[in-house]
């Protein structure tokens, strides 16, 4: 254990305003004036995720850049570059995505646009996974966490980094003044600048288990909304033709994730239609949290209760990769495709992209209902 102690003090004014406001109260004015923080804490041992909680004014960023300098606060991201460009040179392509997703940047758009476009959630993650990139053997330094996010996204977030911190094997301190993100942090230690205390919860944090929980539900909507999250899928702006039924997942009335399924093949009769899940988004302040299975689980659950048979087919690497984990689905096949270039010459260098891997599912409703139990 050791003692950090910090001393905030400012020069009274001897403005006449100044004067009579003091008065008025009748206050010590240099005494109202002066905040002194003191707290024992062993924050060297090993650890991932270190959480300075307080209030404004309450000494949180000045005891940070006492204990790891003035220049703590790295602030790494340049705003006019793609994120995806400022990973370290030797960082393979592989590495640099692996790293957005593990801290919930999954939306590919944003991998590739100026930094800053991005939302202000979108900006903290893309500094988290660039700082941790750069600074594999420092303490990582984050102010203001999830203070320019509403709190729901905070939780999700903070969910997002937890993960990632044990994941690289980080160390990660995050100041903020929302007690809020402790649960979804999970963090080894806490000081309270507001208390003055310090936690040590690194025995705890293993066997740690939430007792807040966000609660999602999926109901059919209308297939306008898609214009709401076209812009976030991978591959088209547009539904399909024919057939199609139309799911969202909501957080309380927030729309925040949409799925599709559509007919792509002829109807024999005296056999069930078959119904292609596809157009699967969830908002990218919500990624992280597994949410995009969960919703293409759930929702092809509820159309085979419809009479339904549901398969998928699809290109996303990530989505393959959920649905290879999920006893649920069933490969049926991986192909390799030709995709026709619209309003181009149909000629092999301009009609076609070529060697387009697809894969192929079936849904298998008594294995979901197995795991639900």
Not at 140 to 152: L, M
Not at 157 to 177: D, E, G, N, T
Not at 280 to 303: C, Q, R, W
Not at 334 to 350: E, L, P
């Amino acid at each position: 254990m050791k003692t950090y102690e910090v001393l905030l003090a400012s020069d009274p004014s001897n403005s006449f305003r100044c004067t009579k406001a003091a008065n008025s109260l009748d206050i010590n004015v240099e005494k109202k004036l002066t905040h002194h923080l003191k707290v024992e804490a062993d924050i060297v041992s090993d650890f991932n995720i270190g959480l300075i909680l307080g209030a404004s004014g309450s000494g949180k960023t000045t005891l940070a850049k006492k204990i790891y300098g003035d220049n703590c606060f790295k602030e790494l991201l340049d705003s006019e570059k793609p994120i995806i460009d400022q990973f370290p040179e030797q960082m393979s392509y592989e590495d640099c995505v692996s790293n957005l997703n593990a801290i919930g940047l999954t939306h590919v758009p944003c991998w590739i646009r100026p930094a800053k476009t991005l939302s202000n959630g979108q900006k903290v993650r893309a500094e988290c996974a660039l700082l941790i990139s750069k600074n594999t053997q420092e303490n990582i330094v984050i102010d203001e966490w999830t203070s320019v996010v509403d709190r729901t996204v905070a939780k999700v977030m903070s969910h997002c980094v937890s993960k990632y911190a044990r994941r690289q094997k980080a160390k990660i301190v995050l100041l903020s003044c929302h007690y809020d993100v402790l649960e979804w942090l999970n963090p080894d230690w806490v000081i309270d600048c507001n208390l003055q205390t310090f936690t040590d919860r690194r025995l705890l944090c293993q066997t740690f288990k939430r007792t807040e929980q966000l609660v999602f539900e999926i109901k059919e909507v209308e297939r306008n909304t898609w214009k709401n999250f076209s812009k976030y899928h991978y591959l088209s702006e547009r539904l399909p033709g024919g057939l199609i039924k139309t799911y969202g997942l909501f957080h309380e009335e927030n729309q925040i994730g949409f799925q599709c399924f559509a007919n792509y093949v002829p109807h024999k009769k005296g056999t069930k239609m078959i119904m292609h899940s596809n157009r699967t988004v969830v908002h990218p302040d919500y990624a992280g949290f597994g949410l995009g299975i969960k919703l293409i689980n759930e929702s092809s659950f509820l159309m085979h209760q419809k009479g339904y048979e549901i398969q998928a087919k699809f290109s996303s690497l990530p989505v393959y990769k959920a649905m290879s984990k999920q006893s649920c689905w069933k490969q049926s096949s991986t192909n390799r495709d030709f995709r026709i270039n619209i309003g181009k010459k149909m000629d092999r260098k301009k009609g076609f992209r070529m060697d387009i891997t697809t894969y192929s599912f079936k849904f298998l409703p008594k294995e979901f209902e197995k795991e639900k139990k």
